[in-house]
């Protein structure tokens, strides 16, 4: 599919929410941002204590590994995230996350990894400083808590292009300095990071730099886009990076949709140039205080320059809370189901972000997750 195909069909979807009636939308929830910090209520100067945080997510996949290495089927903890969050003052907070699940995505094997470490630094009442190692801001899907996603998995498009911000990063996380500000409607970020990933020092002379802008020009829609420019070096040579994003969201009672594209060029330096692409566009309903219902469409080409490496899906979700506290906190149960096609030369794998790689006719997996919030 080209890329004015995949423009008009991300467009056509924005207007369509655009079209909804505003005067009867309701507030969004926080949904576009980390779990936000529920601080008790405390007399005037007393500091607020200490909380403790944390995610478990136990999983279940199944589909064919296509003759590859892979198994079929497996249980395995996707998520086991424990961390702790506070003030110093009133201008000054923390956060430390670390990751206890295994992070090699090969072999599975338990170890522990700081994914944040930083501190927030209230400059004015509408401006915010950012520093360490943290989540960035760069684009909707990434930027929402893995804990609140509408399916298990993220969007491949958003995985491969915002989730590593260039081609050396990861985990929708690096080392750098972000500024966050707000005015009237708009919101606004400013970031330079390493851009060699989590736990990492730079191996260049060249920071990252990436901006993003959002607008909520009515209660329950908000439009956003995003622009990262950075280097990385990629066995031993050096390489030119660009990631543009658009977006779009609408809530309105038990009714949300989301949509966002992404196009990235990466200009190797003594090789042939990357131009990877794609969409995705998704929309849930509670139909019952407990019951929510996912439908997603996402469409991912490795490169647009050559043929035959384009990959889609359609996905299906069903999520039932154990306690109706909407996405932050508590018990749930999700189930999916994702119906996949690729093209010939296109890879992909049983597991988007677990398990052994396939070249083309990606098979349907069907995955299940029981997930406690705390």
Same mark, same amino acid.
């Given at each position: 599919?080209?890329?004015?195909?995949?423009?008009?069909?991300? *467009?056509?979807?924005?207007?369509?929410?655009?079209?909804?009636?505003?005067?009867t939308a309701q507030d969004p929830?926080?949904?576009?941002?980390?779990?936000?910090?529920?601080?008790?209520?405390?007399?005037?100067?007393?500091?607020?204590?200490?909380?403790v945080f944390g995610v478990i997510?136990? %999983?279940?996949?199944?589909?064919?590994?296509?003759?590859?290495?892979?198994?079929?089927?497996?249980?395995?903890?996707?998520? /086991?995230?424990?961390?702790?969050?506070?003030?110093?003052?009133?201008?000054?907070?923390?956060?430390v996350m670390v990751a206890l !699940?295994?992070? #090699?995505?090969?072999?599975?094997?338990?170890?522990?990894?700081?994914?944040?470490?930083?501190?927030?630094?209230?400059?004015?009442?509408?401006?915010?400083?950012?520093?360490?190692?943290?989540?960035?801001?760069?684009?909707?899907?990434?930027?929402?808590?893995?804990?609140? *996603?509408?399916?298990?998995?993220?969007?491949?498009?958003?995985? @491969?292009?915002?989730?590593?911000?260039?081609?050396?990063?990861? @985990?929708?996380?690096?080392?750098?300095?972000?500024?966050?500000?707000?005015?009237?409607?708009?919101?606004?970020?400013?970031?330079?990071?390493?851009?060699?990933?989590?736990?990492?020092? !730079?191996? #260049?002379?060249?920071?990252?730099?990436?901006?993003?802008?959002?607008?909520?020009?009515?209660?329950?829609?908000?439009?956003? @886009?995003?622009?990262?420019?950075?280097?990385?070096?990629?066995?031993?040579?050096?390489?030119?990076?660009?990631?543009?994003?658009?977006?779009?969201?609408?809530?309105?009672?038990?009714? $949300?949709?989301?949509?966002?594209?992404?196009?990235?060029?990466?200009?190797?330096?003594?090789?042939?140039?990357?131009?990877?692409?794609?969409?995705? *566009? &998704?929309?849930?309903?509670? &139909?019952?205080?407990?019951?929510?219902?996912?439908?997603?469409?996402? %469409?991912?080409?490795?490169?647009? #320059?050559?043929?035959?490496?384009?990959?889609?899906?359609?996905?299906?979700?069903?999520?039932?809370?154990?306690?109706?506290?909407?996405?932050?906190?508590?018990?749930?149960?999700?189930?999916?189901?994702?119906?996949?096609? /690729?093209?010939?030369? $296109?890879?992909?794998?049983?597991?988007?972000?677990?398990?052994?790689?396939?070249?083309?006719?990606?098979?349907?997996?069907?995955?299940?997750?029981?997930?406690?919030?705390?």
């Amino acid at each position: 599919m080209c890329t004015r195909s995949r423009l008009t069909i991300l *467009l056509a979807g924005c207007l369509l929410i655009a079209s909804v009636d505003p005067t009867t939308a309701q507030d969004p929830p926080p949904s576009d941002t980390e779990q936000p910090v529920q601080e008790d209520k405390k007399p005037a100067g007393a500091k607020p204590p200490l909380k403790v945080f944390g995610v478990i997510q136990a %999983d279940f996949y199944a589909g064919d590994a296509g003759g590859s290495d892979g198994e079929d089927s497996s249980f395995f903890i996707r998520r /086991a995230r424990l961390g702790a969050r506070g003030v110093l003052t009133d201008r000054i907070g923390y956060r430390v996350m670390v990751a206890l !699940d295994g992070t #090699n995505s090969d072999t599975l094997a338990s170890d522990v990894r700081t994914f944040d470490a930083y501190v927030d630094v209230s400059l004015t009442d509408s401006l915010q400083l950012r520093a360490g190692q943290y989540k960035y801001t760069f684009d909707r899907e990434g930027r929402r808590s893995a804990a609140a *996603l509408p399916l298990i998995t993220r969007s491949r498009v958003a995985n @491969a292009l915002a989730g590593r911000l260039g081609q050396a990063g990861g @985990a929708f996380r690096d080392v750098g300095v972000e500024l966050n500000g707000s005015a009237s409607q708009w919101s606004y970020t400013l970031g330079v990071v390493n851009g060699n990933g989590i736990n990492k020092r !730079d191996n #260049n002379n060249d920071k990252d730099v990436y901006l993003r802008a959002s607008v909520e020009p009515f209660s329950g829609l908000n439009l956003g @886009a995003g622009l990262f420019e950075g280097t990385s070096v990629i066995t031993g040579a050096e390489s030119d990076e660009q990631i543009v994003t658009i977006d779009a969201m609408y809530e309105r009672g038990p009714l $949300a949709v989301m949509g966002a594209f992404y196009s990235a060029s990466y200009s190797r330096r003594e090789a042939v140039d990357v131009e990877p692409e794609g969409f995705y *566009l &998704v929309s849930t309903y509670r &139909v019952r205080p407990r019951v929510e219902l996912a439908l997603r469409y996402q %469409d991912f080409d490795q490169d647009s #320059n050559s043929p035959g490496r384009s990959f889609d899906s359609v996905d299906f979700g069903a999520t039932y809370y154990f306690e109706p506290r909407g996405r932050w906190g508590g018990l749930k149960a999700s189930f999916n189901y994702l119906a996949r096609s /690729a093209e010939a030369a $296109a890879t992909s794998s049983v597991w988007e972000e677990r398990g052994a790689g396939i070249v083309g006719d990606a098979n349907d997996v069907f995955l299940a997750r029981l997930q406690v919030l705390f």
